[in-house]
């Protein structure tokens, strides 16, 4: 079955502390992989996305992530968060036969200021 | 320019009446697609939308609910005699091609059931 899993739901820092959230994902065949993120009161919008190339990739906001195919992973990092990466944390997973994306549900992060 | 809009922002409906929830995407965007996310849940994916293509309905919960899209662009999810839990926000996002590309979410319609 298609699924998507984040290890956590809530997760809280203090500022300039290194960020990790899990991802890992259940989807057979080649893969699309995002990180949506939807910061209070705003709509859900794009943090970054893997679709082929170099598994490193680099988001915006000082995000990235990495996709480790034997793992089945896809975990976002950022090395020192701010009080503005308050937000809730999404990862999803589409497939390049079909475009069904499928999404984890969510990390909250709260960053103490 | 102009981003993914829904209305209504809310809704509030008695058990068994049938609601409309509309989606207008962002010009030119061939991919439309539906989510519902209910409370403490993730996105959970219902219809895709795809140009002229039979769309994905594969993950539409039941047959009480159907979406359609007209002239390829504003699109309407239907959900007819509607239960308690089907209470939740109804998110739809908009993407230039299915698959790669960004989608683009608009603020969604939280529905709720009484």
């Known amino acids: 079955a298609q699924s998507v899993s984040q290890h956590n739901h809530h997760v809280i820092l203090s500022e300039a502390a290194s960020l990790e959230l899990g991802c890992n994902y259940s989807?057979?065949?080649?893969?699309?992989l995002f990180w949506y993120v939807q910061y209070p009161g705003q709509h859900l919008q794009l943090l970054l996305k893997y679709f082929s190339g170099d598994p490193l990739v680099k988001g915006i906001k000082g995000f990235e992530a990495e996709f480790i195919k034997s793992k089945f992973s896809f975990n976002l990092r950022k090395p020192s968060v701010q009080w503005s990466d308050t937000a809730e944390y999404f990862c999803a997973v589409s497939g390049t036969g079909g475009f069904k994306t499928i999404f984890g549900a969510g990390t909250r992060l709260f960053v103490k200021a | 320019g102009a981003g993914v809009s829904q209305s209504p922002s809310n809704k509030v409906t008695e058990k068994g009446k049938d609601v409309e929830l509309r989606c207008d995407p962002i010009?030119?965007?061939?991919?439309l697609y539906w989510y519902r996310q209910s409370l403490g849940q993730g996105l959970e994916f219902l219809i895709y939308f795809q140009g002229n293509s039979a769309p994905d309905k594969s993950g539409l919960p039941s047959d009480r609910f159907s979406a359609e899209r007209t002239g390829g662009s504003v699109s309407t999810l239907t959900i007819q005699r509607t239960q308690q839990e089907d209470s939740a926000v109804y998110l739809c996002?908009?993407?230039?091609?299915?698959?790669?590309?960004?989608?683009?979410f608009g603020p969604g319609t939280r529905l709720t059931v009484l």
């Open positions: 989807y057979g065949g080649t893969v699309n």
């Open positions: 010009s030119g965007h061939t991919a």
């Open positions: 996002a908009s993407s230039q091609t299915a698959g790669t590309d960004t989608q683009y």
